[in-house]
């Protein structure tokens, strides 16, 4: 099994976020609550939006290798389609803090 | 041992209180904690269909809050996030979290959504004893 510290991943977030996680070192600047992310790279915020059935579009691709072992509830599943996203992203998720060394942040159109 | 269709295990779930761990928005927030919500299943709906658990959906009475886009909040339709043989109903019902998409278009009057935007929240929940 490839641990967690080997992959790069991305999380598709705001701005705010973003300035939150480098501050903090932890996605979700290390608030309480599910955090997701993925291996899926898109190229537009739209594109994100749609694959994993975000709220809204994301202004920031931050591309990451996680630092620590976060016990992982939800690995690699498929995204369901939600209202108009037509989903079948992969997304990753943990209910503990997941510390991370940034490699890339873009901003999308 | 008693059988139960998936709409008679959803009708025994009515009125059970439940706890949401809000994981989109990240920095949500109500009167219940950082990215927590209590609420109560008021209602559900399930395909009378074997083998379509994507279909089922959860209504809950949530502790209202206000949303991203200025909207009281006081309900919210969960419906699962994954494409999964399990649905979220049998995954209450067998103490476990239901991954969800949490649904709150009905509250956002049709002329002030943002085209770009599906108002929801992003999390899991499952039944609480509080």
Redesign the interface.
């Known amino acids: 099994m490839t641990s967690l510290r080997e992959k790069v991943f991305y999380r598709y977030?705001?701005l705010?976020?973003s300035e939150?996680v480098e501050q903090s070192g932890l996605l979700?600047?290390g608030?309480?609550?599910?955090?997701?992310w993925t291996t899926d790279r898109y190229e537009s915020a739209?594109e994100a939006?749609g694959r994993l059935?975000?709220?809204?579009?994301p202004e920031i691709r931050l591309e990451f290798r996680i630092t620590n072992e976060p016990e992982l509830?939800?690995e690699g599943?498929?995204?369901?389609p939600?209202?108009?996203?037509p989903?079948r992203g992969t997304?990753y998720?943990s209910?503990q803090s997941v510390e991370v060394e940034v490699g890339r942040v873009d901003y999308l159109e | 041992m008693i059988t139960l269709s998936e709409e008679q295990i959803g009708r025994l779930l009515v009125g059970r209180r439940v706890s949401i761990?809000?994981?989109?928005?990240?920095?949500?927030a109500s009167e219940d904690?950082?990215?927590?919500l209590n609420g109560e299943i008021v209602g559900v709906e399930a395909s009378m269909e074997p083998g379509e658990p994507?279909k089922q959906k959860v209504r809950l009475a949530v502790t209202p809050f206000t949303a991203?886009t200025g909207h009281r909040i006081e309900h919210l339709t969960a419906?699962?996030?994954?494409?999964?043989d399990v649905g979220i109903i049998e995954r209450l019902a067998r103490g476990e979290?239901a991954?969800v998409?949490l649904?709150y278009?009905d509250q956002v009057p049709e002329d002030e959504r943002?085209p770009?935007?599906?108002?929801?929240?992003?999390?899991?929940f499952r039944l609480s004893d509080r």
């Open positions: 977030m705001s705010a976020e939150a979700r600047g608030r309480p609550g599910r955090t997701y739209r939006m059935a975000l709220e809204n579009e509830a939800v599943a498929t995204v369901a939600d209202e108009a996203e989903g997304e998720m209910e | 761990s809000v994981g989109e928005p990240w920095d949500f904690g950082d990215n927590i994507e991203r419906h699962a996030r994954y494409v999964e979290d991954e998409n649904s278009v943002d770009r935007g599906s108002p929801k929240l992003v999390g899991g």
